[in-house]
């Protein structure tokens, strides 16, 4: 199995600053994307930033310019870098990561989630 801890979560005022990191665990074999997501009280959870293993990584749009995502390939970890924070960036961070798990001779692909990490912004 594949497993996901976020950590960094807390309550912050409106400007303030956040910093997120998530560590993927396991028997990982490589890992070909990861990625954080958000869920907000009463909406669908959306894409914040994702980074494709040495691809471009894609911001959505509210959060361009404010946030920034970074990747530890050797330690297997994703971080985001939150600045200028608005009480809409309030939710439930959630990791995620895709790839391969177990050996070169034995892979199968994995779909891993964290267990999510709150963050509130206040006014």
Known sequence: ??????????????????????????????IFAMAWYRQAPGKQRELVATLPTGGSINYSDSVKGRFTVSRDNARNTVNLEMNSLKPEDTGVYYCH????????????????????TQVTVSS
């Not at 594949?2 to 910093?19: N, T």
């Not at 790839?99 to 001779?105: D, E, M």
């Open 1 to 30: 199995q594949v497993q996901l801890v976020e950590s960094g979560g807390g309550l912050v005022q409106a400007g303030g600053s956040l910093r997120l990191s998530c560590v993927a665990s396991g028997d990982i074999y490589r």
């Open 97 to 116: 990561a895709e790839g391969q798990r177990g050996t070169f001779l034995h892979r199968t692909p994995f779909d891993s989630w964290g267990q999510g």
